[in-house]
């Protein structure tokens, strides 16, 4: 998953408290019933149980580790290549702040290639081996601790900067002394995202043809209807993921003196105060893109049956023969993976606001769901996406669901968040007035709440639309992910390429025109905010 | 005792103003000259631009108009030679640093060599024994401003800026330190600018008290403090005290009534 805006929870108590046994006791009842229902719909084969779970892990222990193995390690190296390149982009920006805008621009460019149909064409370009993986996992992670690096490299208060101005020194002590210390935890905060993503990413590269790891095995075991081993791989991966996570937060906190309370999302602010530029930046962006693609395919003189141009891109969509035909078969690709994910992505954003909203008028069970919705957020909700399309099938139910399901957690606890930042003076002010819970919400805490619910919108677009391309790809046999598996497997390159290139740019459409209905509700709402 | 690095300067302001975003008049076109040696306080009501009068003698704010000589340079030039401490309004320590970390921190930025026994002698002076491994979260608002104000003085700086160094400091201790502190900038040397709300430090502490209107800024009235250093305690019960405290405040209201011409720009 790769929610962006992120909160620190606090310490977690030392020692067993009530509340821990309570916790453990509410684990192991879920498993008890968890079993006790794979029993009765055993026949459906859909769910196995938590006990026939552990026996196919046991039985086939040997496979599984080995697997597991290939992963981490292709995992691991594709989480240091992305966070290097991450931090040598940051460092770029910032030593150059007027390359910022068109860094950020190719980055989120980047970011909103669908991975399912990048593995395939990494495939050919690399040939045999973990190349494409190891790619996919550094693609998966690098935005991410990207855009809160550059959020903590700025973080600093402005006296702060006045200090060592004060004192005659320029921007490389600003760096040194201030930057550096001040935007660690929100490098570490990046960096602990990026764990399970970039596991997430490593098995979507290996779902795409390669030979060995936990991603071959899941298509294996969903070819094979193996209800047991699907569901004993997705809870190894989703194991490890919440591991990798748990156990990153662990050195970030011995790293750390305390977590500070920070949300990290991407502000809203630099695309703010002048459009204009905002415009001239996007066609930077698309310039830079196309000549960089143009570049690479000339500098690597790349076999031109599977690696094409952006002049052949623009052939196979507007001048070959076919052209039409292509252009049809993409359209209606298009609008099947739309009706997938445009009800999955706002029913997660509502439902996440929503449950945000209801927990703070209870505001008991919000101190117990904020660490719990964070737990969750880490879970790749994508290695999981075989057991939703065993549990609800094949069709628009389980896709939609799964989108959803990737929106919520983040935008849950983003709004969450926000909604407690309401400013305690303002509210006291409101109690003062005798006003009641719902005018509090209205009138201090929704407005408190847009800015977090906003950037997690946008980061929702390109997550949600790499959760239904996997789906399709895997699964649904229908939608523009299903249209990039078909077209590799039958090596129509023009058709894949194609795809990828509209899948990236509707994706960073939609991040951009989400951020403009950000700026005109920020600019009624929160105008502090656009500063 | 090292040397005094820098020599106390004179500062000439002629015609100094400030409007920020072509809006905001923060002060109005100023002529000053801050004598060297001497402790000069400004008062005047809050948000009339005091902070903006400091910032700009201190570099850090580009003067919208006029111009001001430190020492006979540029501003720019004091600070390439770190030749000026500002404590600001808002303490701004470094939260990872702890309390000597800061100060040492100072001395680094100003390229001098860190003198451990300098600064704990520094950190007793501002009544922070104890805390010298503290960070700044653990240390209270007013403690938090002693500690900026021993960073300030780490560099003996021959030109020091104050902006309400004791705001958050409860009165016994504030008592205490403007007992100690000034004879640190006194024995200096030090041209020292203080900006404070209290007319009772101001005259206090100082040889001159301006008097600043609402914003934007313009000096109202000018007070030599003639009264003898070191000013012992008690002196505030003197009649020659009274007498002072009462033209400042005289000055302060007659600024509240103040009939200005409207601004052409507000
Ligand atoms: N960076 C800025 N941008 C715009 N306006 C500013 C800025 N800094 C200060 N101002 C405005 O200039 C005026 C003077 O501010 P300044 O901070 O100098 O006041 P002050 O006298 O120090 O007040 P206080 O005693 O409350 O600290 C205020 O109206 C303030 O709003
Ligand atoms: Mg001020």
């Not at chain 1, 598996?485 to 025109?513: E, K, R, T």
């Not at chain 2, 030749?83 to 000597?100: E, K, M, N």
């Not at chain 2, 502190?181 to 430090?201: D, F, N």
């Not at chain 2, 009235?221 to 002196?235: K, V």
Request: glycine share 10%.
């Amino acid at each position: 998953m790769t929610g962006l805006s992120l909160v620190h929870a606090g310490r977690p108590a030392r020692g067993m408290t009530a509340r821990g046994y309570g916790a453990w006791l509410g684990v192991l009842g879920l498993l008890l019933v968890w079993e006790a229902l794979a029993h009765v719909v055993s026949g459906a084969f859909v769910l196995a149980a938590p006990t026939e779970i552990l026996a196919y892990l046991v039985e086939d222990r040997g496979l599984v580790t080995r697997a597991l193995g290939v992963t981490l390690g292709n995992a691991a190296l594709g989480y240091v290549f992305g966070n290097l390149a991450a931090i040598a982009l940051a460092a770029l920006a910032l030593l150059w702040p007027r390359s910022e805008r068109i860094v950020t621009g190719l980055a989120l460019l980047v970011y909103c290639l669908p991975l399912v149909a990048t593995g395939p064409i990494l495939r050919v370009l690399f040939g045999p081996g973990a190349g494409p993986q190891i790619t996919l996992a550094a693609l998966a992670v690098y935005y991410t601790t990207l855009i809160p690096l550059l959020v903590g490299l700025r973080a600093a208060p402005a006296g702060w900067f006045d200090l060592v101005r004060s004192y005659g020194r320029g921007r490389w002590s600003e760096l040194v002394h201030v930057r550096l210390m001040a935007s660690l935890p929100y490098l570490f905060a990046g960096l602990q995202i990026a764990a399970p993503a970039a596991f997430l990413g490593a098995m979507v590269g290996e779902f795409t043809g390669a030979e060995r790891g936990l991603g071959v095995l899941t298509v294996r075991a969903i070819r094979a209807l193996d209800v047991d081993m699907t569901w004993g791989v997705a809870t190894v991966a989703t194991a490890v993921a919440i591991l990798a996570y748990v156990g990153l937060g662990m050195i970030a906190r011995r790293f750390l003196r305390d977590a500070p309370p920070v949300i990290l999302a991407a502000p809203a602010s630099d695309t703010v105060r002048d459009s204009g530029s905002g415009w001239k930046a996007a066609i930077g962006v698309t310039v830079i893109a196309l000549a960089g693609w143009a570049l690479a395919f000339w500098v690597f003189d790349l076999n031109p049956f599977f690696a094409k141009g952006p002049m052949d891109v623009l052939d196979a969509l507007l001048l070959a023969e076919d052209a039409g035909a292509t252009r049809g078969t993409l359209a209606v690709a298009l609008s099947e993976t739309a009706v997938y994910l445009l009800p999955g992505y706002f029913a997660g954003l509502a439902a996440g606001a929503g449950l945000a909203m209801l927990l703070v008028l209870v505001p008991v069970i919000a101190g117990t769901a904020m660490p719990l919705a964070i737990a969750l957020r880490s879970v790749p909700i994508v290695t999981t996406a075989p057991l939703v399309v065993l549990l609800l099938g094949r069709g628009a139910t389980g896709t939609i669901v799964l989108v959803a399901v990737m929106v919520f957690f983040p935008t849950f606890v983003a709004c969450l968040h926000g909604l407690r930042q309401a400013p305690g003076q303002v509210l006291d002010v409101f109690d003062s007035f005798a006003a009641g819970p719902v005018s509090r919400l209205v009138r201090v805490r929704i407005p408190a709440m847009l800015p977090a619910f906003f950037a997690a919108a946008r980061m929702a677009v390109p997550a949600s639309v790499l959760a239904v391309t996997v789906v399709e790809w895997l699964a649904t046999g229908a939608g523009i992910g299903s249209l990039m598996a078909m077209s590799a497997s039958l090596s129509d390159f023009d058709m894949l390429w194609s795809s990828v290139v509209l899948v990236a740019a509707i994706s960073a459409l939609g991040y951009a025109l989400v951020g403009s209905v950000e700026r005109r509700i920020l600019r009624v709402y929160a105008p502090e905010q656009l500063t | 005792m090292a040397p005094d690095v820098t020599p106390p300067p004179e500062i000439i302001c002629s015609g100094l103003a400030k409007t920020f975003d072509g809006r905001t008049e923060a002060v109005r076109p100023t002529d000053v000259t801050f004598h060297a040696g001497q402790t000069t306080a400004l008062v005047g009501p809050s948000g009339c631009g005091k902070s903006t009068l400091l910032r700009m003698v201190a570099g850090l704010e580009a003067p919208s108009a006029g111009q001001l000589l430190i020492g006979g340079m540029p501003p720019a030039e004091t600070l390439q030679n770190a030749a000026l401490s500002i404590a600001f309004q808002d303490p701004s320590l470094l939260p990872w640093r702890t309390v000597r970390g800061n100060i040492a921190l100072a001395l680094s930025l100003a390229r001098r060599p860190v003198d451990d026994a300098e600064i704990d002698q520094l950190i007793s002076l501002v009544g922070l024994d104890g805390f010298a491994e503290a960070r700044p979260a653990e240390l209270s608002g007013g403690m938090r401003q002693r500690a900026a104000m021993a960073r300030a003085l780490v560099t003996r700086p021959g030109l020091l800026l104050l902006d309400e160094p004791f705001g958050a400091v409860d009165e016994l201790t504030r008592h205490q330190l403007a007992q100690d502190l000034p004879r640190i900038w006194e024995a200096r040397g030090t041209t020292t600018l203080l900006v404070t709300h209290s007319v009772t430090e101001a005259v206090l502490l100082s040889d001159r008290v301006i008097v600043l209107s609402p914003r934007p800024a313009e000096i109202i009235a000018d007070i030599a403090i003639p009264l003898d250093r070191p000013r012992e305690s008690g002196i505030e019960r003197s009649p020659d005290f009274g007498d002072l405290t009462d033209a400042v405040y005289a000055a302060l209201s007659r600024g509240m009534t103040l009939d200005r011409p409207p601004l052409a720009a507000q």
